[in-house]
């Protein structure tokens, strides 16, 4: 554990049912001089009214709002370079992200685009963004990256195959918003795949080389949220007790990663995402149990920790409550209807040394991981998700 460690994370936060209709009262923090604010968001955002509500209140307090809806998937360096070049000259005071973790990074690339003179790729990276962007406001739609509480953005390199973090503090927002609500007409696979990303969030910062007691606390609360909601969630998605859990989760899950960083399955989850296309989150279950296995001589003692968080009470020796932890990770898999097959999407047992070349450059994620892996190491773990 860390002896020496910190913490940073949004200047504000507003959570609870509905609280997106109190933008206009908490938009003071950002400061007092904006008059002109850019939307980011996606077109289904757009049609289930979250932003009416979002321009609503800006109208009635002076300030005029334009949207954008071009953000994409995994979005690429180019994809993010393209809306820039079309929002840099209208010169705005504010961006406000409404949607999932991709519009959340888009966000906040595109106010430290308006600010510094550097491409992209220029500062992918950790603390290579040299000047504070423009005011953020985050508002989450899904309950998986907690991306409106991290330093982190996530951008899709195709001609690398490969995902790069951009990590500065500089990213932050200044207010972030965490409705329930807004989570409510999600799809089950969305809730799914994202809901188990805020999981691994939490588990990895729990057993990461950087673990340390700001980003435990945390990474315990989030796990022990996570664990009583996630299936509820997933079946029955209008519960709001749920979904508050998941949403919660989620952010908790968020300042974990932000205090301690999340590790392996996360490094072998980019190269899966930026070749085969393959869903954050979906790429991360996948992984997980492998991965957790892999590690587990080394974190058997802290996944008892774990165990007690998810509800796993059996009086057992350490080993063998930390196979209990795997066995219901691998039960949530099921039940959420993650796939455990890569060749799904296309890849091949050829594919298998390129990706595991790939995953050992993420050596920002690696380095964090309680047991070093090899390129052979990482071949083994894809292996084993070939069928």
């Not at 850019?38 to 321009?55: A, Y």
């Not at 965490?178 to 990303?197: N, R």
């Not at 729990?206 to 606390?217: E, F, L, Q, T, V």
């Not at 009470?313 to 898999?333: M, Y």
Request: proline letters at 4%.
């Amino acid at each position: 554990m860390q002896k020496i460690y910190g913490f940073k994370t949004a200047d504000n936060i507003v959570a609870g049912e509905n609280s997106i209709e109190t933008l206009k009262e908490n938009i003071g923090v950002v400061g007092n001089k904006v008059k002109r604010a850019l939307i980011v968001t996606q077109k289904p955002m757009q049609n289930l009214g979250f932003v009416d509500i979002i321009t609503k209140q800006l109208d009635e307090i002076g300030i005029k709002a334009d949207v954008n809806t071009d953000i994409i998937p995994e979005p690429t360096v180019k994809s993010i370079e393209d809306i820039s070049g079309n929002i840099r000259k209208k010169h705005y005071d504010l961006l406000i992200g409404v949607g999932g973790g991709s519009v959340l990074d888009t966000t906040k690339i595109l106010a430290v685009l308006e600010t510094n003179n550097n491409s992209i790729k220029e500062i992918l990276g950790t603390d290579l963004v040299k000047y504070p962007g423009i005011p953020t406001v985050l508002i989450p739609t899904t309950a998986g990256t907690g991306s409106e509480v991290t330093p982190n953005a996530i951008v899709t390199l195709p001609e690398e195959q490969l995902k790069i973090g951009m990590v500065s503090r500089y990213l932050l927002p200044k207010l972030v918003i965490v409705d329930p609500s807004l989570t409510i007409g999600l799809p089950k696979s969305v809730t799914a795949s994202t809901g188990m990303d805020a999981f691994i969030h939490s588990l990895e910062s729990y057993i990461s080389n950087k673990a340390n007691p700001i980003s435990d606390m945390f990474a315990l609360r989030s796990i022990k949220l996570i664990s009583s909601s996630i299936v509820e969630a997933y079946q029955n998605g209008g519960s709001i007790r749920a979904r508050e859990n998941m949403i919660l989760g989620s952010l908790y899950g968020g300042m974990a990663l932000t205090a301690a960083g999340t590790a392996a399955v996360h490094a072998l989850a980019y190269p899966l995402g930026g070749k085969f296309k393959i869903a954050h989150g979906v790429a991360n279950s996948m992984l997980l149990p492998h991965v957790m296995e892999f590690n587990m001589d080394c974190i058997a003692d802290r996944l008892c920790d774990v165990a007690r968080s998810m509800g796993i009470k059996e009086n057992l020796p350490a080993d063998k409550t930390a196979e209990k932890v795997i066995e219901r990770l691998r039960e949530w898999i099921e039940i959420l209807n993650i796939p455990q097959d890569l060749s799904v999407y296309g890849v091949k047992k050829e594919d298998i040394h390129g990706l595991a070349i790939s995953a050992s450059k993420v050596t920002r994620l690696l380095d964090n991981n309680p047991k070093k892996l090899s390129v052979k190491d990482i071949e083994n773990i894809y292996s084993k998700l070939l069928r």
